[in-house]
């Protein structure tokens, strides 16, 4: 399974200034260079491609008949680092990316190990377009495809993530529900906020920041300044309603137990570890202890000695995790909630380690069984939204529009089709009548009316953007499905994209807001209906 098409924090600003070690090019052979403790990062520049020139990297020729890299990008790097330094860095890999200058062109990266399997990949719309090599080691084949390209060239960048701990506590102090610690240059605050949460930061820079601000969690809770602090000799312990919250001193480490401050909950087992471009916590498993949540993961249900992918996918079947969230909640009465629009991995092996690809942590913990934690977690960052009547039933999704599959067509054709369901006596909620890429729309109100008339709804696809949304509602749109080629770069952008297409809906009609995406993040269920994707029905789908 290829590794998440994410943006590591830091992957270009890190590289800024790094030189370009790249050999000689041979006639028949990619350049390349070499990542290890001596060479940590290194860069490489494109050629020019005055246009695009192939949309599959299987189209791209052999290096030989390509010597130039005039139709595909080619760069070999090789990975030697000693045994085991995987095996708890924040990263899990080596970040790689490639940025341009105009960020309306697009090309794609891949990466093929020795023996041509693809090992990582980064092929939507971003720039930069940026992987991760899990777990590298060997030579690594990196093809960059132009796919729509104006005369640019790309910049290609990776390294090697070197990691640093958290050190011995150098100050603790605070009260009424807010306490701020330091352990050297890292700055971190744990504050207790009412019905059972816990709000947990850190940050090595020294200064605690937000860049999420108010765009998963609306409105932030109050402070439970019920609270009390001791010193246990080898912990400061801080008491709250129901929890028990120890800070280690030699090292720093957190742990936080039930009230009489016997029974663990959750307890580190290291302390926080930071790289280049990532932080990860790593936790004590209880024995029996369970795992579930992330959001949507095809085919998973307990995560135990599993690891579990929170980014961008466009992966609709079994192992994908398209409408990922970094929430999951355990069987020891507790569950977390990243507070980070950040792709992240969560292994749940013994120790359990859980990360995002940015240098801080900011984690909302709650107490209880599972019904109580997913409620606190909903009430953090959205409720899920109520459908309107028509959203619980049966749709119906073509393009009625100079369909080149189904001959000429009009928008109004749809009508035939909603007969169809009236005369057979079979349920219709809604129609989207324009579902396919570069399909319009004509007619609209004339169409909407003649749903109206069968008790359904009109709805519309977008691949490109709601800026038409006011005027498409006023003409009697009720539903929105936001296409990933719109939404698919994820995380803010898709969580965005959502809250205002059901505002959009709702500001120019008197109809609740219905909108679904197949790609989306933390809160997204608070504005829409969040959609698996395309699948093929096969007999192990219905297992």
């Known amino acids: 399974m290829p590794w998440p098409a994410w943006v590591p924090l830091g992957l270009v600003t890190a590289l800024a200034g790094t030189a ?29 491609y005055p246009k ?17 890299n005039q139709v595909c990008d080619r760069f070999d790097l090789s990975v030697s680092v000693p045994a085991g330094y995987w095996n708890d860095n924040p990263e899990g890999g080596v970040p790689l990316a490639v940025t341009w200058e105009h960020p309306t062109d697009d090309f794609d990266l891949y990466v093929y190990d020795d023996h041509g399997t693809q090992v990582a990949s980064s092929a939507g719309t971003a720039d930069p377009e940026a992987t991760v090599i899990p777990r590298a080691s060997g030579t690594y084949h990196v093809v960059v495809v132009p796919y729509d390209v104006h005369d640019n060239s790309f910049t290609g960048t990776a390294y090697l993530p070197a990691t640093e701990d958290a050190g011995d506590l150098t100050s603790f102090s605070g009260g009424d529900g807010s306490y701020t610690i330091r352990a050297g240059q890292l700055a971190a605050r744990a504050d207790f906020l009412t019905g059972g949460q816990l709000r947990l930061q850190a940050d090595p820079s020294g200064s605690l920041s937000d860049p999420a601000g108010t765009e998963i969690v609306r409105k932030q809770p109050a402070a439970d300044r ?13 008491r709250a309603p129901g929890a028990v919250l120890r800070v280690y ?42 795992f579930f949540g992330g959001g949507e993961q095809n085919g998973s249900f307990s995560h135990r000695g599993q690891t579990m992918y929170v980014s961008n ?5 079994e192992g994908g995790y398209n409408n990922s969230q970094p929430f999951y909640l355990s ?19 013994s120790p359990v380690t859980t990360g995002q690809q940015e240098r801080r942590l900011d984690a909302y913990y709650f107490l209880g069984d599972a019904k109580q934690v997913i409620d606190k977690y909903t009430k953090l960052v959205g409720k899920p939204f109520m459908p309107p009547v028509y959203g619980l039933e049966p749709g119906d999704s073509d393009c009625y529009l100079h369909n080149a599959n189904r001959g000429e067509r009009h928008t109004l054709d749809a009508l035939k089709v909603a007969d169809g369901y009236t005369q057979h006596q079979m349920p219709l909620g809604w129609m989207l009548v324009n579902d396919g890429y570069g399909c319009g729309y004509e007619d609209l109100q004339q169409t909407a009316q003649g749903l109206n008339d069968h008790n359904a709804q009109l709805g519309l696809w977008t691949q490109d953007g709601i800026d038409k949304l006011a005027e498409q509602v006023k003409a009697g749109q009720r539903v929105a499905k936001l296409d990933v080629a719109w939404v698919g770069n994820g ?26 995406l197949p790609v989306s993040w933390a809160g997204a269920q ?10 093929q029905l096969s007999w192990d789908y219905i297992r």
């Open 20 to 48: 370009l070690v790249v050999p000689a090019p041979a006639a028949a052979a990619a350049t390349g260079a070499v990542l290890d403790p001596a060479h940590s990062s290194v860069s490489w520049q494109s050629p020019v």
């Open 52 to 68: 695009g020139t192939v949309g599959d990297p299987k189209d791209c020729p052999a290096p030989g008949a390509d010597p130039g």
């Open 226 to 238: 019920h609270t009390s602090s001791f010193d246990a000799g080898d912990y400061y312990g801080i």
């Open 249 to 290: 001193k030699k090292p720093l480490r957190f742990g936080l137990y039930k009230a009489d401050n016997r029974t663990r909950i959750w307890q580190e087992d290291k302390p926080l570890r930071w790289s280049t471009g990532g932080m990860r916590q790593s936790l004590d498993r209880g024995a029996d202890e369970q």
């Open 313 to 317: 996918s466009f992966d609709w079947d």
């Open 331 to 349: 069987s020891a009465g507790y569950g977390v909630f990243r507070n980070t629009f950040a792709p992240g991995v969560y292994t749940f092996d």
């Open 491 to 516: 995380y803010r952008f898709a969580l965005d994209a959502c809250d205002a297409a059901k505002k959009g809906i709702e500001d120019n009609s008197d109809a609740r807001g219905f909108v679904w």
């Open 526 to 535: 608070r504005c829409g209906v969040l959609w698996s994707g395309d699948q």
